[in-house]
């Protein structure tokens, strides 16, 4: 589904990303750690196509399309969603509007018909219920107002609704405690493990690894991937530190 190859990418020419190669299968959930400064947010915002990060050397690929050469927008409709580690709060416009405006453009992206409001109420409704969150949070605008928790669930919210075939999620855990943990985990699990789906998880600790057993770990150290190995690597992670594993 999703094929790096040597891939480079600098911030304000400041080289970040050097030699990365990593592969994803339908139906995997990989999970990248690494210390700060490591590139792992880097990686996800290149993939995503955010500007300022300019890609040098390397190619990727998204079932079969040259994704360095989409637009933003053009990489949501072919089915990447990214998950931030810190949800923006757009004040003004409302959870409903944003996220009705959203998947219809993508839908409009790939020749689809665009779904009525009846329509996408019923989706968005399924979707909020299915993580515990109130309509009426719907109707409030992005996040404004929302704990950490609150925006960590809003944005599982977000993805069901979207429904992308390819989720790079950044540091979701962060800000999340035991319970809103589990739930965000709940979420991940129920949309994403799919046969026909695949996941980047973006993450420094281990905690969210026991709700989301990972199929893959890779320790991204200085710009690429230094070693990889299944689940019991985030565990050995854990238990020494990134100084000795990351070498």
């Given at each position: 589904?999703?094929?790096?190859e ?16 990593l ?25 995503s ?8 050397d ?16 053009e ?10 580690q ?28 665009p ?11 399924a ?50 405690d035991i ?35 990972p ?33």
């Amino acid at each position: 589904m999703l094929k790096i190859e040597n891939l480079h990418a600098t911030v304000g020419d400041k080289p970040i990303l050097k030699g990365l190669t990593l592969a994803l299968n339908a139906g995997e959930i990989h999970a990248i750690m690494g210390p700060n400064g490591a590139g792992k947010s880097t990686l996800g915002y290149v993939l995503s196509g955010r500007p300022g990060y300019e890609v040098t050397d390397g190619s990727v690929t998204f079932n079969g399309q040259d994704l360095l050469s989409l637009e933003p927008h053009e990489r949501a409709a072919a089915g990447l969603f990214l998950g931030f580690q810190y949800p923006v709060e757009i004040p003004g416009v409302s959870n409903v509007q944003f996220l009705r405006e959203a998947l219809n453009a993508q839908r409009k992206g790939r020749g689809e018909k665009p779904l009525s409001g009846a329509e996408f109420l019923k989706t968005a409704r399924a979707q909020a219920d299915a993580m515990g969150m109130d309509m009426d949070m719907l109707k409030r605008p992005v996040n404004v107002g929302f704990s950490g928790g609150e925006k960590k669930r809003n944005e599982m919210v977000q993805m069901g609704i979207i429904d992308p075939a390819l989720a790079i999620l950044d540091e979701t855990d962060s800000g999340l405690d035991i319970d809103a943990l589990r739930v965000v985990g709940d979420g991940i699990n129920r949309i994403m493990r799919k046969p026909n789906k695949a996941v980047l998880l973006i993450t420094h600790y281990q905690r969210l690894l026991d709700y989301v057993r990972p199929d893959f770990v890779h320790v991204l150290a200085d710009g690429r991937i230094t070693r990889s190995g299944g689940p019991e690597l985030a565990l050995e992670l854990e238990r020494e530190g990134y100084r000795e594993l990351a070498a």
